[in-house]
């Protein structure tokens, strides 16, 4: 008989902050040259301690070391691709948590094909787009890095990646659309802002990288806390700023600041378990 699936509802959301900020996870961020300092500040911000190892001589020993491990292909070149094999590869060795950011595949064969073959390596959490995620599930993708379809659209596809591959799947959009292919998590916060601040989505991945490492092996949990969190914090961010250079840097500050309560007391999420 299958085991009874847990609510994830606000209170649950609260709980895991809790655990996140008392925990502060190691996360190892194999992640895209654009994006490296602002990963690494949300990342202290919130309270965990950022690892930008990714070279080949290191990288999948370290693995072993961290508590989450992020590979995002927003900047791919040999030697990084190299790196994100072994870093998945000791990530796996160690029993430890990989969130995999397939950015902007579909037009890009190679980074399509690295995609293609991390994506069945067992990552707990795959994150993007809704153009990257219906590329990723055997459609043709968006235009580079932009989505080219609301998140609602890609359900069906995150849907069936998520039972192919046994994990998690994040959809951002205006609404998040996020599911492990038995239930359905829809996250209503945030701002368009985020869309105009070059990184937060690739923060988002490795958010999600460290919240896999305190949920207790339910990684749509981690995905819906990780997502909940930064889009909350949006919410209280742009009520401060004029624009998206000052919503970045209050952004980081709300980050700081956000507590269990206040994350409990301003998300707004809808939950569902799907049909067999």
Same mark, same amino acid.
């Given at each position: 008989?299958?085991?009874?699936?847990?609510?994830?509802?606000?209170?649950?959301?609260?709980?895991?902050?809790?655990?996140?900020?008392?925990?502060?996870?190691?996360?190892?961020?194999?992640?895209?040259?654009?994006?490296?300092?602002?990963?690494?500040?949300?990342?202290?911000?919130?309270?965990?301690?950022?690892?930008?190892?990714?070279?080949?001589?290191?990288?999948?020993?370290?693995?072993?070391?961290?508590?989450?491990?992020?590979?995002?292909?927003?900047?791919?070149?040999?030697?990084?691709?190299?790196?994100?094999?072994?870093?998945?590869? $000791? @990530?796996?060795? !160690? /029993?430890?948590?990989? +969130?995999? %950011?397939?950015? *902007?595949?579909?037009?890009? #064969?190679?980074? =399509?094909?690295?995609?293609?073959?991390?994506?069945?390596?067992?990552?707990?959490?795959?994150?993007?787009?809704?153009?990257?995620?219906?590329?990723?599930?055997?459609?043709?993708?968006?235009?580079?890095?932009?989505?080219?379809?609301?998140?609602?659209?890609?359900?069906?596809?995150?849907?069936?990646?998520?039972?192919?591959?046994?994990?998690?799947?994040?959809?951002?959009?205006?609404?998040?659309?996020?599911?492990?292919?038995?239930?359905?998590?829809?996250?209503?916060?945030?701002?368009?802002?985020?869309?105009?601040?070059?990184?937060?989505?690739?923060?988002? $991945? @490795?958010?999600? !990288? /460290?919240?896999?490492? +305190?949920? %207790?092996?339910? *990684?749509?949990?981690?995905? #819906?806390?990780? =997502?909940?969190?930064?889009?909350?914090?949006?919410?209280?961010?742009?009520?401060?700023?004029?624009?998206?250079?000052?919503?970045?840097?209050?952004?980081?500050?709300?980050?700081?600041?956000?507590?269990?309560?206040?994350?409990?007391?301003?998300?707004?999420?809808?939950?569902?378990?799907?049909?067999?």
């Amino acid at each position: 008989m299958t085991a009874a699936l847990q609510p994830i509802n606000a209170p649950r959301l609260a709980t895991t902050f809790e655990a996140f900020r008392r925990r502060s996870p190691l996360v190892q961020c194999l992640t895209n040259t654009v994006v490296a300092n602002f990963t690494a500040n949300v990342l202290c911000a919130l309270g965990a301690s950022p690892a930008m190892v990714d070279n080949p001589r290191e990288a999948g020993g370290f693995a072993r070391i961290a508590d989450g491990v992020l590979v995002n292909l927003g900047t791919p070149q040999a030697d990084t691709a190299e790196a994100m094999a072994l870093v998945i590869a $000791g @990530a796996r060795a !160690a /029993g430890k948590p990989w +969130v995999l %950011d397939p950015v *902007a595949v579909g037009p890009l #064969a190679w980074r =399509t094909s690295l995609a293609q073959g991390f994506v069945v390596r067992g990552p707990a959490i795959v994150r993007g787009n809704a153009s990257e995620i219906m590329a990723l599930a055997g459609g043709s993708g968006g235009r580079g890095v932009e989505a080219t379809a609301p998140a609602e659209r890609a359900l069906d596809a995150a849907v069936s990646l998520a039972r192919a591959q046994a994990t998690a799947v994040a959809v951002s959009g205006a609404v998040d659309h996020l599911t492990d292919g038995r239930r359905v998590v829809r996250l209503s916060n945030g701002h368009a802002w985020l869309t105009r601040v070059i990184g937060t989505g690739c923060a988002l $991945g @490795a958010m999600m !990288a /460290g919240f896999a490492a +305190v949920t %207790d092996d339910d *990684a749509l949990l981690a995905a #819906a806390c990780a =997502t909940a969190v930064l889009t909350v914090a949006a919410d209280r961010a742009v009520a401060r700023s004029g624009g998206p250079g000052s919503f970045a840097v209050a952004l980081i500050d709300e980050l700081a600041a956000m507590t269990p309560e206040a994350l409990a007391a301003g998300v707004r999420i809808a939950s569902e378990e799907l049909p067999p």
